[in-house]
């Protein structure tokens, strides 16, 4: 979401690469809830942090709350914004609770990414 969100913001200005510890699918409630604020994710896939060439980095952003923050090697800035993963297997969790779960990340994503963009002049 973080990574559909900067691209809509940056545009073409800067590279946005999104990566990660444990690399999976891009969640279909993610999908769901970019799609309702016109982010289309369904082409974005889940990318380790070995697949970045830390050279070609200028800040690194961390989202990680209670999960394990991936370890990124480099002389890049380091931002952290602890927001919790809204992802869960718990079975007794709804649909529309889920769905929240992902908009109120979402929605806490696009905020720091905004306020990041008028820090750094792109807004």
């Known amino acids: ?19 990660g510890s444990a690399p999976s699918t891009v969640n ?11 982010v289309d994710l369904r082409a974005h896939r889940s990318k380790s942090v070995q ?8 800040t690194v952003i961390t989202l990680c709350a209670e999960e394990v923050c991936p370890l990124f090697l480099g002389n890049a800035e380091r931002l952290h914004w602890p927001i919790p993963d809204p992802a869960s297997t718990d079975p007794s969790l709804s649909r529309v609770t889920l769905l929240n779960r992902f908009r109120e990340a979402r929605d806490e994503i696009y905020k720091r990414v905004d306020r990041f963009a008028l820090e750094k002049g792109y807004a």
């Open 28 to 38: 279909p409630y993610a999908i769901e809830v970019m799609r309702e604020v016109g």
């Open 51 to 58: 697949e970045i060439d830390p050279a070609s980095v200028d």
């Open 1 to 19: 979401m973080a990574e559909g969100w900067a691209r809509k913001v940056f545009g073409d200005r800067i590279p946005i690469m999104s990566a």
